[in-house]
Every structure is written in structure tokens, then in C-alpha cells.
């Protein structure tokens, strides 16, 4: 069994390795929204009633909201956990909403992330560092945002290629993050040690309470890939879908967590 089941520490992400998922993955996004018409352009989108027009303006918010935190004084300490994030993020999503139609009626979406791009380029640092950001739901060091954004950037690339029917290219180091801290938030939420949760090549954490494993097979074990497991934690796929396309795995009398999902909305 791997340290990261075993030891409930926080995980660290390299902070310069970050930015450039940030980047690399907004590439991939700005390469499928450069080429879409007019018409893929007014597509529904699996979130409520969003275009991918709208979509494209929220992944510009997402990727702008760190030049933006740079702009403004730096808080004198960190006010939450990297992995609380996940949890705490639907409660702005009224707020967000509205800018996102604001943007989207405002702005040509390929000009949109192209502008952001280059900002963002200009004004993070090529090593981030441990300057602490102003930003939602309460200030976190540079580097963790960053996190946060590589988790935001993967989430919604995958719902752009759902909406266009497409594949788009997934950073794999963005994709890693995305999936490790998703990990971490389940195993922040139910803490315990009777059930493995494995998402190979990326992530292991224990979680639930219950009789904790400490050698040989777990008797209690959920396994899946990555960008299964990021739609479950998100709530793109159901826990009963899930096990029914033979997507995900689970033996043992506790390896139901259907009930702790999503982790994310």
C-alpha cells in the first residue's frame, strides 16, 4: 500500500509545475474554442442552460481570476485548506453565473481567452512562490490556487467535449492534480481507514470509518480511472451509472460510496 494511503498529510504540488499545467491545459481549451462555428458555439452544455459560449467565458474567469488575486494586496495569511476548496466553491455559483453571461454577451469568446492568456502569462510568476491571494472562500497561497485552477480547467474541458461530442487533450500533470485533490476531499470528508480508494496512475487514499487496513489486500476497495473518478466526484456520473457501465469497482460491505459523492459541485 502507497505512504499517500497510510498518511493522512496534507499533499504539496510544485508550485512552477502548476503553472505550467494551468497553461498547457488552457491551451488545449483555447485550440477547441478557436475552431468551433458559430453554431458549436450555441450548443448546450451539461451545466443548466450555459452555451459553450458560456462555458468559454467561465474558463477565461477561471484562468483571469489569478492575475486578478495578483492585483490586489496580499491577505497576511492563508485563511483555507487546499483541500476544503472543492467543498466551498458551490456557494458562489449565483455570483458566477451572472459574470460569466456578462461576459459571454460582451466579448468574442476566442479574443476572450487569448486576452486572458497572455495576462496570465505576464503577470504570474514562472515560480509562484508563496505569496498568499485574496480569493474565494478565503486566501491560500499562490501555488494552491493554482491547483485549484488546474481542477476548474479540467472539469470544465471535459464538459466542452461533451458538449461538442469531441475529444479534447488532457494536461497530464493538470489532470494528476485534479485527481489527487478530489482524492483528498473524499478522504477529508469521510475520514477513517476501512475503505482504499484507488485511481491509478494518480491517486490512493483511505477513507470511512471502520476497521482500518494495514497489510495485504483491503477488504474494502473502490477502483476506477481518472477522469471517471473526476466526473463521480463532480457529479457528471452517478454512483449506480457508474457501476453499471463497469466504470468503477467496488468489493466489500463498505465500498458503497455513492452516498459520500459528489465531492464537488
Given at each position: 500500500m502507497s505512504p499517500a494511503a497510510r498518511t493522512p498529510r496534507p499533499r504539496?504540488?510544485?508550485?512552477?509545475?502548476?503553472?505550467?499545467?494551468?497553461?498547457?491545459q488552457y491551451a488545449h481549451v483555447r485550440r477547441a474554442v478557436g475552431a468551433l462555428t458559430p453554431d458549436q458555439l450555441?450548443?448546450?452544455?451539461r451545466l443548466g442552460d450555459w452555451t459553450v459560449r458560456?462555458?468559454?467565458?467561465h474558463?477565461?474567469?477561471?484562468?483571469?481570476?489569478?492575475?486578478?488575486?495578483?492585483?490586489?494586496?496580499?491577505?497576511?495569511?492563508p485563511e483555507t485548506t487546499l483541500v476544503d476548496w472543492p467543498s466551498a466553491a458551490a456557494q458562489y455559483a449565483a455570483g458566477i453565473d451572472e459574470r460569466v453571461r456578462e461576459l459571454a454577451a460582451g466579448n468574442d469568446p476566442v479574443e476572450l481567452l487569448e486576452r486572458t492568456a497572455e495576462e496570465f502569462d505576464r503577470l504570474v510568476p514562472a515560480e509562484p512562490g508563496d505569496r498568499v491571494l485574496a480569493c474565494r472562500p478565503g486566501a491560500m497561497?499562490?501555488?494552491?490556487f493554482l491547483v485549484t485552477r488546474c481542477v476548474e480547467l479540467v472539469v470544465h474541458t471535459d464538459d466542452l467535449a461533451d458538449a461538442l461530442g469531441?475529444?479534447?487533450?488532457?494536461?497530464?500533470?493538470?489532470?494528476?492534480?485534479?485527481?489527487?485533490?478530489?482524492?483528498?476531499?473524499?478522504?477529508?470528508?469521510a475520514p477513517g481507514g476501512s475503505v482504499e480508494v484507488r485511481v491509478p496512475p494518480f491517486a490512493v487514499v483511505q477513507c470511512v470509518e471502520g476497521p482500518r487496513h494495514t497489510r495485504g489486500t483491503p477488504p474494502n476497495?473502490?477502483?476506477?480511472?481518472?477522469?471517471?473518478?473526476?466526473?463521480?466526484?463532480?457529479?457528471?456520473?452517478g454512483w449506480a451509472a457508474a457501476l453499471d457501465a463497469a466504470a468503477v469497482t467496488a468489493s466489500g460491505e463498505r465500498a458503497d460510496?455513492?452516498?459520500?459523492?459528489?465531492?464537488?459541485?
Open positions: 504539496r504540488y510544485d508550485p512552477a509545475r502548476t503553472r505550467a499545467a494551468v497553461m498547457s450555441a450548443r448546450p452544455t458560456e462555458l468559454a467565458a474558463l477565461s474567469m477561471v484562468v483571469g481570476s489569478v492575475a486578478r488575486a495578483l492585483q490586489l494586496p496580499a491577505p497576511p495569511e497561497p499562490l501555488g494552491d469531441t475529444e479534447i487533450p488532457f494536461d497530464r500533470q493538470a489532470l494528476a492534480a485534479t485527481t489527487r485533490l478530489l482524492a483528498d476531499a473524499l478522504a477529508a470528508t476497495v473502490v477502483e476506477t480511472d481518472p477522469l471517471t473518478w473526476i466526473r463521480l466526484a463532480t457529479g457528471r456520473l460510496i455513492g452516498g459520500l459523492l459528489p465531492v464537488m459541485s
